[in-house]
């Protein structure tokens, strides 16, 4: 089997990446809280099995001064009791556009996301979980390795 770093991706493909960083940063300058973005970021990146995504967005979360106990929750949000109601929204929304293969988005979960996000903001949240699945496409379906410090990886 073939591997693929990152870094040969980022060259390789590079209006690609390009683009994809281009939608993060209107994500970003869309006024979405940084936590709120990063823990769906993460959920997501955890559905979809990708360690790369998972890494990464785990050390922004951290270097964000999230909470660590929603870092820790985040899989089990609807449990955990520590996450705001826009967070919950957020969150729900994520799983079910993340789950689009299986099912049609859940109306319920659309209709939550609509009562705690303005119109422009569950745009732009819809669009940041777009972006974050087509990541985990790419990082896990090329297998890309997690940025681990050098004495974690062994």
Not at 32 to 44: F, G, I, K, P, Q
Not at 99 to 108: L, V
Request: aromatic fraction near 8%; glycine fraction near 8%; proline fraction near 3%.
């Amino acid at each position: 089997m073939t591997t693929y770093t990152y870094d040969e991706f980022r060259k390789t493909a590079a209006p690609v990446y390009a683009a994809l960083v281009a939608i993060g940063k209107a994500v970003e300058g869309a006024g979405l809280e940084t936590s709120l973005t990063e823990l769906v970021r993460l959920r997501v990146s955890q559905i979809n099995g990708c360690a790369f995504c998972m890494q990464h967005h785990l050390a922004v979360s951290r270097h964000a001064g999230i909470a660590s106990e929603k870092i820790d929750l985040v899989a089990g949000w609807r449990d955990a009791g520590i996450f705001s109601e826009r967070e919950r929204a957020a969150l729900g929304w994520a799983e079910s556009l993340t789950g689009i293969a299986q099912s049609h988005p859940d109306e319920a979960a659309l209709a939550t996301a609509q009562k705690h996000f303005s119109h422009d903001e569950l745009l732009f949240l819809t669009v940041a979980i777009g972006q974050i699945n087509m990541w985990n496409r790419i990082g896990a379906g090329l297998h890309l390795p997690p940025s681990l410090p050098r004495k974690a990886a062994s």
